[in-house]
């Protein structure tokens, strides 16, 4: 007679897999070259500072979950957040920036078979950044530079890009936030001075945290998650590194063990594709949101524009002269932002193509943060909701087919109009909306963002002039900074105790800077 007890489990434990290996040695040895790499990944984490302090100015929902969880207290050395007066240990830093990065869906995007937005992980690194150079210099130390925290954007933007590109959580439910703990955990470590195996054991329980569903971006359920789920992801990331730094150890094959490991549990058994080594191509190539919109509707937005410029040419209103508004668009709209019917949040009205076009018809310009919010008095609009049921999406497999063509790289729209009259307007096709890479115009406005974006929260006095000079500083002198100083040049009100790191900070800002950096690519 057979035997038919279970067989024992083979306990040998083989080497690290090579994705994590690649990973890890990336971060570890790879020198980026290309100075546009690191022009890049200024701007990027200038953009995603002036997200923060945007959030901070229109959404109560998002400064309700920053700050300490022990209400009114200070971690010493601790990162400073930048836009308020809260010092945090740098997990919840992490989670706080993050989160304010990324709230008003506003900050920059990546394509591919996966949709992410690299900046996400500027919560992680800032401030775990900021924490060790505090921590260090009241020990007598050596701060970190702004050199440091661009090297660890650059790195972190590639990892989660290079992964993006052919690899669809969504298609199996996950949400792309993962891409944002692995990545921060990568960088983070090396920030933390782990060694290159310890990188590997941090990265391992990284994978082995799975993913978040992607239920909270989705129809019905989209709501505010959304919006600190990356702050959540960097948050994951930082304490996970820490872990590691005390000695946790890993899981080698974490993805590829044949019962439990991420490929057989969450990936249906496909192994994932990297089909370019990773270097700097994705700070090069990111997409720089101009506008408040999701990113696959940016296009259609900006032929909105256009259409109520060809209505009001005819003297016509789109509240009462269209009777039908025809928009072709890529397979990624139709997935995450074509919906009817009942709206319930701010989040919700963010991720609804038809409530972005019908607000800015009936509006007469772009729609901003502030169009979303519940108090908004579009969110509650007859006239909205009677347009929004006249907006029909369709894919045009070539707009889906181009989304994904590295050669074309285009994200588009078309929309046609027709009028109760029967009368039809002609098409207005936006294949490259403002901020892709591939304008000319995209840095100048990425620029003027940023400006509008720091005057909104610190107004025309010597705090704002102060951090728009960073700006313009040489990248010599900008890499040299300490990131505490720079952090500093955020804070709003410092206290007496900084005073002279504050001074410091300022006398660089006014003594170095040159012609816009902005301008240097």
């Not at 994951?236 to 991420?262: E, I, M, S």
């Not at 063509?405 to 294949?431: F, M």
Request: glycine letters at 6%; a neutral charge; charged letters at 20%.
């Amino acid at each position: 007679m057979a035997d038919l007890s279970p067989v024992a489990d083979d306990n040998a434990r083989g080497p690290y897999d090579q994705v994590l290996v690649d990973i890890a040695a990336y971060v570890f040895h790879h020198k980026i070259e290309k100075p546009q790499a690191w022009l890049r990944a200024r701007v990027a984490l200038l953009d995603a500072l002036g997200c923060a302090l945007e959030t901070l100015k229109e959404s109560p929902e998002a400064s309700a979950i920053i700050g300490p969880i022990a209400i009114d207290s200070v971690v010493p050395h601790g990162f400073r957040l930048p836009g308020t007066s809260y010092q945090l240990d740098p997990v919840k830093g992490a989670f706080d920036l993050g989160s304010l990065i990324r709230y008003l869906d506003h900050n920059d995007a990546f394509p591919g078979a996966e949709w992410g937005h690299p900046s996400d992980n500027i919560g992680a690194i800032l401030a775990t950044a900021d924490w060790l150079s505090r921590s260090s210099l009241s020990c007598g130390g050596k701060p970190l530079t702004m050199d440091t925290v661009l090297l660890a954007i650059i790195k972190a933007y590639e990892i989660q890009g290079c992964f993006q590109i052919r690899n669809s959580f969504n298609k199996v439910g996950l949400d792309h936030t993962i891409l944002v703990k692995v990545a921060s955990t990568a960088v983070v470590s090396w920030l933390l001075g782990l060694s290159e195996s310890q990188t590997l054991d941090a990265l391992s329980q990284a994978w082995m945290d799975g993913a978040p569903l992607r239920a909270f971006r989705q129809s019905p359920n989209t709501g505010p998650r959304k919006g600190w789920a990356a702050g959540d992801a960097c948050m994951r990331a930082v304490h996970l590194a820490l872990l590691t730094k005390r000695k946790q150890p890993g899981a080698p094959t974490v993805l590829t063990n044949r019962d439990w490991g991420f490929y057989a549990t969450f990936f249906k058994g496909k192994e994932f594709e990297l089909p370019r080594p990773f270097d700097s191509w994705v700070i090069e190539s990111v997409f720089f949101k101009i506008n408040t919109v999701e990113g696959h509707g940016a296009s259609g937005v900006e032929a909105a524009t256009e259409i109520g410029n060809q209505l009001r040419a005819r003297n016509l209103s789109a509240d009462r002269d269209v009777a039908h508004i025809r928009v072709r668009t890529q397979q990624a709209a139709m997935i995450i932002i074509n919906k009817q019917g009942p709206l319930y949040n701010s989040a919700d009205r963010d991720h609804c193509m038809q409530y972005m076009i019908a607000v800015v018809l009936l509006k007469g310009s772009m729609i901003e943060a502030a169009d979303y919010q519940d108090t908004s008095p579009w969110a509650r609009s007859a006239s909205v909701e009677a347009l929004r049921k006249k907006i029909e999406l369709v894919e045009e497999p070539q707009f889906t087919k181009d989304y994904h063509n590295n050669k074309k790289r285009s994200a588009s729209s078309a929309l046609k109009v027709t009028l109760t009259d029967q009368t039809e307007l002609d098409e207005v096709l936006v294949e490259y909306p403002v901020g892709h890479p591939w304008r000319d115009d995209t840095l100048g406005l990425v620029q003027a963002k940023f400006e509008k974006n720091v005057k909104m929260w610190f107004g025309d006095g010597a705090k704002g002039t102060a951090i728009l000079r960073l700006a313009t500083m040489h990248d010599q002198w900008f890499r040299k900074m300490s990131v505490c100083h720079f952090v500093d040049t955020f804070v709003p009100e410092v206290p007496t105790n900084n005073r002279s790191a504050t001074e410091s900070v300022f006398g660089w800002l006014s003594s170095w800077f040159t012609p816009s950096a902005w301008e240097m690519f």
